[in-house]
Nanobody
């Protein structure tokens, strides 16, 4: 089992920045690829970014490429999502997730999920 707890969400003006954190506990964190997803009200949960076990590879949704950066610190069992140049359309609940498959972009491929953290971007 892997337990994931997100933090760092909040209210920010358009153009601002936030850094989300996801703390993991349980099984060996560095055995898992990690992903960030988001879900806006009334919409499906969608992929945002993913990072490989070794931090060597990352992958982003087109909508956040160049603005968001995913990273991980295996010594701290934590994955981060640095979000810059935020837009109102980035408003959503953000979830981190873990899997042993790799940097996938679909929700069913992730085994473990956090409870989510709300990000609200005002115009």
């Amino acid at each position: 089992q892997v337990q994931l707890v997100e933090s760092g969400g909040g209210l920010v003006q358009a153009g601002g920045s936030l850094r989300l954190s996801c703390a993991a506990s349980g099984r060996a964190f560095n055995n898992y690829a990690m992903g960030w997803f988001r879900q806006a009200p009334g919409k499906e949960r969608v992929f945002v970014a993913a990072i490989s076990w070794s931090r060597g590879s990352t992958y982003y949704a087109n909508s956040v490429k160049g603005r968001f950066t995913i990273s991980r610190d295996n010594a701290k069992n934590t994955v981060y999502l640095q979000m810059n140049s935020l837009k109102p359309e980035d408003t959503a609940v953000y979830y981190c997730a873990a899997n042993q498959v790799g940097m996938t972009v679909t929700t069913p491929t992730y085994e473990y999920w956090g409870q989510g953290t709300q990000v609200t971007v005002s115009s």
